[in-house]
């Protein structure tokens, strides 16, 4: 099982972007999926993350009001709308995610560059 991402760029002030993130493999259902955010000599930072069984969300107060996080229907791709976009919001973007299961491993993806810039 890995995850796949896509959706990532270079965007000017107060434009939008979303991300994409799918599941391939023998994925059963997932327990959750969420975003995570690094730039460069800073640790990675969780985004947004949605717990796929009860839908609760969390989002970093940095972009509370500004991100959406949500899922297809089949509960195996997560999306994050990102709107306002600010120059802050420049990092690479990964996706997280883990299976339903007893110690399922935590899943990453490979990672996608955004960048916010005039």
């Known amino acids: 099982v890995q995850l796949v991402e896509s959706g990532g760029g270079l965007v000017q002030p107060g434009g939008s972007l979303r991300l994409s993130c799918t599941a391939s493999g023998a994925v059963f259902a997932m327990n959750f999926m969420a975003w995570y955010r690094q730039t460069p000599g800073n640790e990675r930072e969780l985004v947004a993350r949605?717990?796929?069984?009860?839908?609760?969300?969390n989002y970093a107060d940095s972009v509370k009001g500004r991100f959406t996080i949500s899922l297809d229907s089949a509960e195996k791709s997560a999306y994050l709308q990102m709107n306002s976009l600010k120059p802050e919001d420049t990092a690479v973007y990964y996706c997280n995610g883990r299976q339903l299961g007893y110690r399922t491993p935590d899943l990453w993806g490979q990672g996608t560059q955004v960048t916010v810039s005039s």
């Open positions: 949605i717990i796929v069984g009860n839908k609760t969300i």
